[in-house]
């Protein structure tokens, strides 16, 4: 497409400078233009056809100035002359990233987590205020939603949970067999398994699980409503989005955590006894006999107990983060993670406000 | 640039042969024919339901009829390897309906996507080709830094048109490119693309319902009705036809309004 012999100094041009034409042999033809004496004399009459692209390679080509010899078309010399005109006024470009710019950052993270706390308490004061609404309107219940959501984060939620389960049962106890064969005190694996699983990791494994499956969803749905306007269609027909949305999510979780933490609790002990029976010979009987004995029933209650307060504290994040996203992906992508950390984090915190505060029940001497 | 000399003259841009598309049991289309040749402007036009939108998305690629074959330039869309078959999808650009803007980039970045992926133009090439299309379709220098969630309706569209043209097509395919726009954005915006056509020597497919967009920039209008094109001829001629769909589709009240604006047209 070039063709400039020795010692002549015309360069020639000839073909199709277009993308398409271009893209194959871009690289000899960059070569070839930037090879060309700055003098030179061009010749872009045998051109046929080009396109923007053709011209910023060729303006480019030429140092960004007109060659002082240049014969070309008048339809080409236009392509060239509008491209050049606006190669003239570039873009500006995105401010680059400062000292001040960190301290602003550092201060929209502070300003952020108080904007954070702020909304929350709204958003739980609002679902108060709900509530209180809908005891003196029974009839307004969102009884439907709240079904569909229970089906949902519960039922659905129930194989996974059982899987969890019965494989973190046998795991732990499976290794608790070892230690305890050496000291040969096989049966306070029941101990072990009982408190452990009943108190401490039944809830918490819920919670984890159930805050990645379902709190993530919850997040995505109303983030996803919110960029297609689905929330502001409904405030517009006059109806309480926290009423409506909010709430049948609380709700739904606060029944299912619980029975999910039994269901999942269960599990982890069949897993554990199954261990405990191929690893200690210990008899399912023997197991089932022990475990009431050993586990005060004060524990089970701590433990729906965990359930009911994860799976509000779980919902309400989810939903606080959801209502947040701005209308592009990139923010749906941060919420939802941010709302399964959070709630991740939150949980293990409230455990421990837990831990301490029933420190003096249902433990065993 | 409108005097180059055609190199496919004898190829058609697009061509599409005998085309069913069933889904379920509801056939879509039955037996479908069109043939559009270099630097025609063509509207589809066709009742609601009548699988406007799903005849573009078959010559986009994006599904598959049942049966016949979509041909671009020439090689049937699905023919070639991988690379044959990218190289064919970059020789056409698309303006969807919403714009289908990245969210997550700014508008720089939008019209720019196409030319970084394709990994053969400088940054500095690709800033000036992005200033350069954006300057086409009317867009300020200002606004390349902002992001789609801050665009106007009419901005979106013209962002999409300029992210459409990043990698100079041959084909431009535009989804109701003027829906959702007031009268005066919509007629702006049709100027605007029959100026790219003048300059350009694009070949132009446009689905539209808008009777006014039609009349401003069709060379060919193409009747989708009865799960095939009925009639494929400019507009004069299509609105003399005698069939319920045109006497439906042109005899409106808005209709009749937007024909007596355009009526230099159709002399």
């Known amino acids: 497409m070039v063709c400039s012999g020795p010692g002549t ?46 011209a910023a390679l060729l303006w480019h080509g030429w140092g960004r100035r007109w060659p002082e010899r240049l014969e070309i078309g008048e339809a080409l010399r236009g392509v060239i002359v509008r491209f050049a005109d606006s190669a003239r006024q570039p873009l500006p470009s995105a401010p680059g990233y400062t000292a001040g710019d960190a301290l602003v950052g550092l201060g929209r993270v502070a300003f952020g987590f108080f904007a954070h706390g702020l909304d929350f308490v709204r958003l739980l004061g609002q679902l108060v205020l709900d509530m209180l609404y809908l005891l003196l309107h029974p009839r307004e219940w969102p009884l439907k939603e709240t079904s569909a959501n229970l089906f949902k984060v519960g039922v659905k939620a129930m194989p996974v949970a059982a899987l969890v389960g019965f494989l973190i049962g046998v795991v732990l106890s499976y290794l608790s067999a070892l230690q305890l064969k050496a000291f040969g005190a096989d049966i306070f694996i029941v101990h072990i398994l009982g408190l452990g699983i009943i108190r401490e990791l039944g809830p918490v494994l819920v919670s984890v699980l159930v805050a990645g499956r379902s709190g993530s969803a919850m997040t995505a749905q109303l983030g996803v409503m919110r960029v297609t306007e689905e929330i502001d269609a409904l405030s517009a027909m006059g109806i309480s989005r926290t009423q409506r949305l909010v709430l049948p999510k609380v709700l739904a979780l606060s029944l299912a955590m619980p029975l999910l933490v039994l269901w999942t609790s269960l599990m982890a002990l069949l897993g554990g006894m199954v261990s405990a029976w191929l690893q200690l010979d210990l008899s399912f009987a023997y ?3 022990t475990l009431p004995r050993v586990v005060p029933i004060a524990n089970l209650y701590i433990a729906l107990a965990k359930g009911v307060v994860f799976g509000v504290l779980i919902a309400l994040i989810a939903c606080h983060f959801g209502l947040r996203v701005q209308p592009n992906t990139e923010s749906l992508s941060t919420h939802t993670t941010a709302s399964v950390v959070t709630a991740i984090t939150m949980v293990i915190l409230v455990d421990a406000v837990f831990a301490i505060a029933t420190r003096s029940i249902g433990l065993p001497g | 640039m409108s005097a180059h000399v055609p190199t ?41 339901g009548s699988g406007k939108t799903t005849l573009l998305r078959h010559i986009i690629g994006l599904t598959r009829p049942s049966a016949g074959t979509v041909a671009l ?3 049937p869309l699905f023919d070639g390897g991988l690379k044959a078959q990218r190289a064919r999808r970059r020789r056409f650009g698309v303006l969807f309906q919403q714009g289908a803007l990245f969210s997550a980039l700014n508008v720089a970045q939008n019209i720019g996507f ?4 394709l990994g053969v133009a400088s940054e500095a090439e690709i800033s000036e080709l992005v200033a350069l299309k954006m300057h086409m379709v009317g867009l300020e220098p200002e606004h390349a830094l902002l992001m789609p969630a801050e665009l106007s309706g009419g901005m979106v569209k013209r962002v999409a048109l300029a992210r459409a043209l990043a990698l100079e097509p041959e084909l431009l395919l535009l989804d109701e490119p003027t829906a959702g726009l007031d009268p005066e954005r919509s007629s702006a915006f049709v100027a ?37 094109i009925i009639s494929y001829a400019p507009l004069a001629d ?5 069939h319920p769909f045109i006497h439906h589709f042109f005899a409106g009240e808005q209709g009749a309004r937007a024909l007596g604006r355009h009526r230099e047209v159709l002399r």
């Open chain 1, 9 to 54: 100094s015309t360069v020639t041009l000839y073909g199709e400078w277009t993308l398409r034409r271009l893209q194959p042999e871009l690289k000899h033809l960059r070569a070839q233009l930037d090879a060309q004496d700055q003098n030179a004399a061009w010749d872009l009459r045998n051109v046929q056809r080009l396109d923007s692209f053709g």
């Open chain 1, 287 to 289: 197991f089932i006999d």
């Open chain 2, 8 to 48: 496919t003259a004898t190829v058609p841009v697009l061509e599409l042969r005998d085309i069913v598309t069933c889904f379920g049991r509801n056939r879509v289309h039955d037996g479908l024919n069109l043939r559009v040749e270099q630097g025609e402007m063509v509207a589809l036009v066709g009742g609601s």
């Open chain 2, 73 to 75: 330039f020439g090689e």
């Open chain 2, 114 to 117: 196409p030319l970084c992926e």
């Open chain 2, 192 to 228: 605007l693309i029959r100026t790219l056509h003048a300059t350009l020597g694009l070949t132009v497919v446009l689905v539209t319902h808008d009777i006014d967009t039609l009349a401003a920039l069709s060379s060919k209008v193409a009747v989708l009705a009865e799960r095939r």
């Open chain 2, 238 to 242: 299509t609105i003399g036809l005698d």
